[in-house]
């Protein structure tokens, strides 16, 4: 029996040793990229699990404050003194957003309470002066607070502050 020369052969074996090489490589390559993008699955999912689980708490708390009669949402609204110009849009939303902050501690209080609350809403609020909206500094007076299905509804006084 004769055993062919692999000399002619010799080609074959190294496009054959060339294509497996690259099937390994592009396996590997494949096999990262799989695995990066199932990472990124894992970690988002982890993400909106921890989303969830805070939802849900929220909206068990938000079921018990529905329940209770407690302040659940707080709506200011803006006056202007008589005889003045009326506040531009922006002015107007900045004000609200920062009354709506220093009034979010009274989210979560019985409605009950109002009448205590009132009085400390009007220490905290009487003449306070927000400053740098609009290049200009606005001061605040609280005229009426009313509690209406869980919702405070405060009105404020604004007008321009001039420092003395």
Sequence with gaps: MRIP??????????AAAFFACGL????????ALQNAQV???IRENYKLQDELTTLRKEVDQN????KENVIRSIVPFIEEPRGKPPLDIVT?????KRLEKDLKIFIGRNI????????????LLE???????????YEVSVK??????????VWVEAKIHHPK
Excluded: C, P
């Design 39 to 41: 990472d990124q699955l």
């Design 92 to 96: 107007e939303a900045e004000l609200k």
């Design 63 to 66: 079921q018990q404050r529905r």
């Design 5 to 14: 020369s692999f000399d002619h052969f010799q080609r074959f074996v190294q």
């Design 112 to 123: 009950y309470m109002i009448g205590s609350d009132s009085r400390i809403a009007r220490n």
């Design 24 to 31: 390994i490589v592009g396996s590997a390559v494949y096999s």
């Design 144 to 153: 009426t607070m009313l509690v209406v299905d869980g919702v405070l509804q």
């Design 127 to 137: 003449q306070k002066i927000y400053d740098h909206i609009g290049d200009k500094d």
